[in-house]
């Protein structure tokens, strides 16, 4: 659907209404027999038809094209009272930032933020509303810090609540130190596996050089019972001479 003509100020060129609905075009699209449509209306349309409402020629989604750029600045020139006009908004702009200003217009009907509340009140009157609704969360005048939300709220029991919280509270501590239980066995097990692993490893190297020591050991007393023989050959050796 497009745009109410009765919120425009002057004259309106019938070149920018709507085929259909006969309002200002709104998101427009043009067939390539010129007539243009509000994207809304041309898709709602050709869904039980395939021809143009105006001069009948057939035409088909994939056909549709944007406005010509001239005939789009002259339809973002367009001036026209905010919707909200009716809530006493005064506000009169472009067709092109009409959708920006009425996003924030202090006249604008929106919903409480309040869960629960159902009232609908203007932008400008929101904060007054949220001071005083009946669905709006507050602390417990009692001073037990209780979050009151709601009407049916007010009557809370202080000391129950403040009993739950204190389980609530125990819960969750037990529920830390048994899981910080949990990761120091974690991690004490995985340094007992370390050590265990590095143990095993030093133990080996041990043995690796106790029987590389052992096998020095064997050496030496071969070298030292060769060096024995080879000096018992030398006197032997020496005795020959002096008998020659």
Known sequence: MGYDIERFVGYVNEGLLCSICRD?????LQAPCEHAFCTACIHGWLVHHSNC????????????????????NDLNRLQL???NREYGCEMVCSLESIDR??????????PCSNAGCTVQIERRN??????????????????????????????HNCVAELRTE??????????????????????LDSQ????????????NEI?????????????????????????????????EKREL
Request: include cysteine; hydrophobic fraction near 30%; aromatic fraction near 4%.
């Open 101 to 110: 200003h009425e996003r924030e217009c202090e006249y604008s009907q929106i």
């Open 53 to 72: 409402p105006e001069d009948r020629q057939v035409i088909d989604v994939s056909l549709l094209r944007p406005l010509y750029r001239y005939m789009k």
């Open 207 to 239: 043995e690796e050089l106790k029987s590389q020591m052992s096998r020095m050991m064997s050496d030496v007393r071969s070298l030292m019972a060769a060096e024995r023989q080879h000096r018992q050959e030398l006197e032997q050796a020496e005795l």
């Open 24 to 28: 200002v075009l709104e998101d427009p």
């Open 192 to 203: 007992r596996r370390h050590m265990v692993q590095k143990e095993s490893i030093l133990q």
């Open 81 to 83: 009272h905010c919707r």
């Open 126 to 155: 929101l904060d007054g509303h949220l001071a005083v609704c009946e669905y709006r969360s507050r602390e417990c005048p009692n001073g037990c810090g209780y979050t009151i939300l709601s009407a049916e709220d007010t009557q």
């Open 166 to 187: 204190l389980e609530l509270l125990r819960s969750e501590m037990i529920c830390r130190v048994e899981e910080a239980k949990h990761e120091m066995e974690s991690r």
